[in-house]
T-cell receptor, first 114, second 115 residues
Framework: EAGVAQSPRYKIIEKRQSVAFWCNPI?????LYWYQQILGQGPKLLIQ????????DSQLPKDRFSAERLKGVDSTLKIQPAKLEDSAVYLC????????????FGPGTRLTVL | AQKVTQAQTEISVVEKEDVTLDCVYE???????LFWYKQPPSGELVFLIR??????QNEISGRYSWNFQKSTSSFNFTITASQVVDSAVYFC????????????FGQGTRLTINP
């Protein structure tokens, strides 16, 4: 069974530029998550989708971050414009359903904002 | 609000030693789940274990064991006879079943096993 796929693996941009990350969850997983992991910290949830609806985006900086999950499968996370403090690893995860089920994580995208 | 604390930022031991990673959590709910994840240098978080709040039985899986104590709100992880391949960052996490069902991670413990 294929795991969670993410691309690109690395991205370097200048501040104020835009960037987009892509995630393809495990087939059949209804719930998809985007996390931000700053160096030396644990992952922090940015947004959670159940199928193609948003369940929780309370920690998403909506003035610059946006995410969508069209057709309830793969998802895109965008940052526009990027700030220096957005430098982090962006992790995508999926689970069968929300709640107690374990989440399966992708390899992440390491973003560096210069 | 829920919170997970991993007080040990870094631990370094020699191979074959036993090592325990501490995890203390805070929640007002009575129904919740606790997790441990491993993050090797490749970056991908690997699920290790899930435990629900009503099951305080300790669990052993090979060289790994977990000790869950509700009385002290702790969910500690022990690696017996550590190996170099155990070197990674380990995260403890908590999710409440009521409300937003958001997985909250501790800050992680970087474990280095030296040959």
């Amino acid at each position: 069974e294929a795991g969670v796929a993410q691309s690109p693996r690395y991205k370097i941009i200048e501040k104020r530029q835009s960037v987009a990350f892509w995630c393809n969850p495990i087939s059949g997983h209804a719930t998809l998550y985007w996390y931000q992991q700053i160096l030396g910290q644990g992952p922090k949830l940015l947004i959670q989708f159940q199928n193609n609806g948003v369940v929780d985006d309370s920690q998403l900086p909506k003035d610059r971050f946006s995410a969508e999950r069209l057709k309830g499968v793969d998802s895109t996370l965008k940052i526009q414009p990027a700030k220096l403090e957005d430098s982090a690893v962006y992790l995508c995860a999926s689970s069968l359903v929300k709640g107690r089920n374990e989440q399966f994580f992708g390899p992440g995208t390491r973003l560096t904002v210069l | 609000a829920q919170k997970v604390t991993q007080a040990q930022t870094e631990i370094s031991v020699v191979e074959k030693e036993d090592v325990t990673l501490d995890c203390v959590y805070e929640t007002r709910d009575t129904t919740y789940y606790l997790f441990w994840y491993k993050q090797p240098p490749s970056g991908e978080l690997v699920f290790l274990i899930r435990r629900n709040s009503f099951d305080e039985q300790n669990e052993i899986s090979g060289r790994y064991s977990w000790n869950f104590q509700k009385s002290t709100s702790s969910f500690n992880f022990t690696i017996t006879a550590s190996q170099v391949v155990d070197s990674a960052v380990y995260f403890c996490a908590l999710i409440m079943i009521q409300g937003a069902q958001k997985l909250v991670f501790g800050q992680g413990t970087r474990l280095t096993i030296n040959p």
